[in-house]
């Protein structure tokens, strides 16, 4: 979902075999097939001999630091959210699962991890990814990347050990969760049970969940209701992204409107939202279930810009001059995980998951 067409070239022009020509929008399931075969046959594709976990660890850059990330791919059984421990945090739109059905359906295979989240304050799992022999390093989207394979059986066991009994949160790829478990619904067999997965531990300071902000591209006039926001203005983006990283307990977003940067603070929202604490805690749910509602009246075919980076916002804003750019503050991952074991569901775009699990590194053909 961040390919634009651009990218999609280069990608091809790199190599005609890239992940791009199985996994873009608009294939035909039926060419995928046909596409996934031809590699099979001619051994572009090499299926590994046994079993095995595989790991991926990511150093990035964010805000001037150096995290790491570390994660393994490998293949989870689906089961119903109600009767599993795999807990959704988003709300799903039936018809992004659909295409996804259908390229399951007809080329029997996932190339695309889901991604997921357990949490393990001792870090068991990354300690063995630590042992395990890297095959591939190389870069992505400004990310040093290593793939491997945990190929010790009592590595593996280890580590299935330790997952059996977690709680897993899908973090990113509901759309593709909800189309697998769907098609074992409807061709209910020990071979289509499972989807491909990346799981990482949320614990970690390199899983970070990123804020997606909003701009409305349309005329606006702004009044705000005074016995619930207070408006103040600021003199520029920096300043208010300092106010916003201020760690007080004020509920807070920033706007861009008229050319100017303001800070919103919220009160007496336990009065306007009785019974939804919970949910106040979500710059999202504000934005959605309050400042949108309240002050824009929106017509259905306006379209939403959602990105999780201020500057791409701020420049579509300086192309139509017009309309109105939300800030948010990412979730708390003690909120999200709350939410996520009392079964609360985040308005769409709540997170954004960074950096994004790279596609094409392992194929799961069922």
């Given at each position: 979902?961040?390919?634009?067409?651009?990218?999609?070239?280069?990608?091809?022009?790199?190599?005609?075999?890239?992940?791009?020509?199985?996994?873009?929008?608009e294939n035909n399931p039926e060419e995928v097939k046909k596409t996934l075969s031809n590699w099979i046959k001619n051994k572009i594709l090499i299926q590994d001999g046994k079993e095995y976990f595989y790991f991926l660890k990511s150093k990035f850059e964010y805000d001037g630091k150096i995290y790491e990330?570390?994660?393994?791919?490998?293949?989870l059984g689906v089961e119903?959210?109600?009767?599993?421990?795999?807990?959704?945090?988003?709300?799903?739109?039936?018809?992004?699962?659909?295409?996804?059905?259908?390229?399951?359906?007809?080329?029997?295979?996932?190339?695309?991890?889901?991604?997921?989240?357990?949490?393990?304050?001792?870090?068991?799992?990354?300690?063995?990814?630590?042992?395990g022999k890297v095959y591939f390093k190389g870069k992505n989207n400004g990310e040093n990347i290593e793939f491997g394979k945990i190929k010790e059986k009592e590595d593996i066991e280890k580590i299935k050990e330790i997952l059996k009994e977690k709680i897993i949160f899908i973090a990113d790829g509901h759309h593709r969760f909800y189309a697998s478990f769907n098609f074992y619904k409807n061709h209910p067999s020990e071979i289509n049970k499972y989807a491909l997965v990346y799981l990482s531990n949320i614990e970690s300071d390199g899983v970070m969940i990123l804020p997606t902000h909003r701009y409305i591209p349309i005329e606006i006039n702004l009044?705000?209701?005074?016995?619930?926001?207070?408006?103040?203005?600021?003199?520029?983006?920096?300043?208010?992204?300092?106010?916003?990283?201020?760690?007080?307990n004020v509920r807070k977003i920033g706007m861009l409107y008229?050319?100017?940067?303001?800070?919103?603070?919220?009160?007496?929202?336990?009065?306007?939202?009785?019974?939804?604490?919970?949910?106040?805690?979500?710059?999202?749910?504000?934005?959605?279930n309050f400042l949108i509602n309240e002050l824009i009246e929106i017509k259905e075919n306006t379209e939403f810009f959602y990105h999780s980076s201020k500057e791409y916002l701020i420049k579509e804003y300086?192309?139509?001059?017009?309309?109105?750019i939300f800030f948010l503050r990412p979730v708390k991952k003690s909120i999200f995980i709350k939410?996520?074991?009392?079964?609360?569901?985040?308005?769409?775009?709540?997170?954004?998951?960074?950096?994004?699990?790279p596609s094409g590194l392992v194929i799961y053909k069922f």
């Open positions: 979902d961040l390919i634009d067409d651009e990218i999609e070239k280069k990608l091809i022009s790199l190599s005609e075999y890239n992940i791009v020509k199985l996994i873009r929008k990330r570390k994660g393994i791919i490998g293949i119903d959210f109600e009767k599993s421990k795999i807990i959704p945090h988003e709300k799903i739109f039936p018809k992004y699962s659909n295409n996804r059905y259908k390229l399951i359906e007809i080329s029997r295979a996932n190339f695309c991890p889901i991604f997921m989240l357990y949490q393990d304050k001792e870090f068991q799992v990354e300690k063995i990814i630590e042992k009044n705000f209701n005074k016995e619930f926001i207070e408006v103040s203005k600021v003199n520029n983006l920096k300043e208010m992204e300092e106010i916003l990283n201020n760690e007080d008229n050319e100017s940067f303001y800070i919103l603070k919220f009160k007496n929202l336990k009065k306007y939202f009785k019974g939804k604490d919970d949910y106040i805690e979500l710059d999202s749910f504000l934005v959605d300086e192309k139509r001059k017009k309309g109105v939410m996520c074991l009392d079964g609360k569901i985040m308005p769409q775009k709540t997170t954004y998951f960074y950096p994004k699990v």
